[in-house]
């Protein structure tokens, strides 16, 4: 796993005398370091498989395994091969020995008694290397998930621009054949009714996207400003279901809505609030097999919040589809064919708005076929009883 640039940086110290060890610690000891000490080549690699090193500072003269047969075998191992080495010795520093330490790995060698500044200094070189290398990786890995992101959003468009031009097209063609119907019917009144009625319709429909697509601008632009009043939450509700009527009946579904018996006031926008419940009344009509049932409830949660909850025995939503369902252009089902109408956007126009107000709101669905459950908590006034 990746170290982010405030995780700990390790050095392993590698000496068979503890006193040695002892001594490396207390001059290397810094914040955000932390000193794995070894006293034999075998403990090292044990280290070594378990850490990532940013230095390793190996004495050369140990029982068993030497520090040069110690970084033979780092450099021969793929995970270790690229830590850097200083060596430190007692013995002498002739020029077989140190080429010996280079042809190693090693990026120094240090003689004992060891000059406590310049190994200092030489290891704080390797802990800021090590640190930015890893701050690079970091980078890296945010890029590559900028770019994972920006593909995404790119793909999402494209799908909302095949969306958008299969929902704007498909009001026309009904209002194109009425339009002809009454050119052909004449004095016929009943068929001009019907195709007036058709056109009505699909108008509404119409009107109803563009109309979505300009909040949701309006919105990300911080444009859309919420006009907020003491307002009777009933009235709201009865407002957002009068609207909905027309697409439950259409569909043939059973609402039954479930009101406290008191009267709960809110601080809010009256026209905006009675969006977010028509909203979800809609999409659960949408959703939902002809003949199937909707339940809107409100209750109070203390003195504090009201929620109101919109439940359906539609579709359902996948459960990796639930933490996106409020996403801009999010579908729980992205086929054309099967799309019931909208842009996608219904659900995010309404979490938005909620927020607005202050809210919150949540999906829950079992699954697949099982339903789904929107609730949105709103807070209340202080004295909101009427």
Request: charged share 25%; net charge negative.
């Amino acid at each position: 796993m990746m170290q982010s640039p405030t995780d700990s940086v390790y050095f392993l110290l590698v000496d068979d005398l503890e006193e040695n060890l002892l001594a490396l610690a207390a001059l290397l000891r810094r914040d955000g370091l932390i000193l794995l000490k070894a006293k034999s080549g075998i403990e090292a690699l044990e280290l070594l498989l378990k850490h990532e090193i940013a230095l390793a500072v190996l004495d050369v003269q140990m029982p068993d395994m030497d520090g040069f047969e110690l970084a033979e075998l780092m450099r021969g191992t793929e995970r270790t091969r690229r830590v850097p080495i200083i060596f430190v010795t007692a013995g002498s520093a002739d020029q077989n020995r140190r080429f010996r330490g280079y042809e190693a790995g090693a990026v120094d060698f240090l003689n004992k008694p060891i000059e406590p500044h310049i190994l200092k200094s030489k290891a704080d070189v390797f802990f800021e290397l090590y640190r930015q290398r890893q701050e690079v990786a970091r980078l890296l890995v945010e890029s590559q998930q900028n770019a994972e992101a920006l593909k995404e959003a790119d793909r999402r468009k494209d799908e909302f621009l095949a969306i958008l031009a299969h929902e704007l097209r498909n009001p026309l063609a009904p209002i194109r054949n009425s339009l002809q119907l009454i050119r052909l019917s004449g004095p016929q009144a009943r068929i001009v009714e019907h195709a007036c009625t058709i056109m009505e319709r699909q108008l509404a429909q119409l009107v109803r996207l563009v109309d979505d697509l300009l909040d949701v601008s309006r919105i990300t632009r911080g444009k859309l400003e919420l006009r907020k009043e003491r307002s009777d939450l009933a009235s709201i509700i009865h407002s957002a279901v009068e609207t909905s009527t027309p697409v439950i009946q259409e569909k043939g579904h059973a609402l039954t809505v479930s009101l406290p018996e008191e009267s709960i006031v809110i601080d809010a926008d009256p026209t905006r609030l009675a969006q977010v419940f028509m909203n979800l009344l809609t999409n659960a009509a949408k959703y939902s097999e002809h003949g199937g049932k909707i339940w809107l409830t409100a209750e109070k949660q203390g003195d504090q919040a009201v929620k109101v909850s919109v439940k359906d025995t539609g579709i359902g939503i996948p459960a990796d589809h639930l933490p996106r369902i409020f996403e801009m252009f999010s579908q729980v089902d992205q086929s054309l064919e099967k799309s019931q109408g909208g842009l996608g956007i219904g659900l995010s126009l309404v979490k938005r708005l909620t927020e607005m107000h202050g809210g919150t709101i949540e999906a829950k669905s079992e699954g697949p076929t099982l339903g789904s459950e929107f609730s949105v908590r709103l807070p209340l006034p202080k004295g909101s009883s009427l």
